[in-house]
């Protein structure tokens, strides 16, 4: 004789359990990802602060150079604000009722272009001095 009722299916609480294993892996996963990029993005945005200040800082280096010397030669000056190179161009325009014009531009680098932590700023001033 046989009992007129079916076996009991098994197995379906391991395939449960397998994929919400599956699904708690995925969301850990998602989250260590967004915690690498928010790092990431906290890291690069301090430095773009820190180039525009080291920026700041070459274009008062240069306003200072107008200042003092009461001219705008065309020059390029170069030089080295803790691991950023600051660049100060002075750009003579034509003077204009009786004033002189300069362009003082002011650029401070991080790293070579296309490094994912390479970060630029550049800043710009026009200055005038009464012509003598």
Wanted: glycine share 6%.
């Amino acid at each position: 004789m046989h009992p007129d009722f079916a076996p009991a299916q098994r197995g379906f609480g391991l395939v449960a359990a397998l994929f919400l294993i599956l699904v708690i892996a995925g969301v850990i996963a998602a989250m260590a990802r967004l915690a690498a990029t928010q790092h990431s993005t906290s890291s690069l945005a301090l430095q773009q602060a820190r180039a525009y200040q080291a920026a700041r800082a070459g274009l008062e280096w240069g306003i200072s150079q107008f200042v003092n010397q009461k001219t705008c030669a065309m020059s390029l000056e170069l030089f080295a604000l803790d691991a950023f190179e600051v660049t100060v161009q002075f750009i003579p325009r034509p003077p204009e009722a009786g004033v002189v014009l300069c362009t003082v531009w002011a650029t401070a680098e991080y790293s070579t272009p296309g490094s994912p932590d390479h970060v630029h700023r550049k800043l710009e001033a026009v200055l005038e001095e009464d012509a003598p």
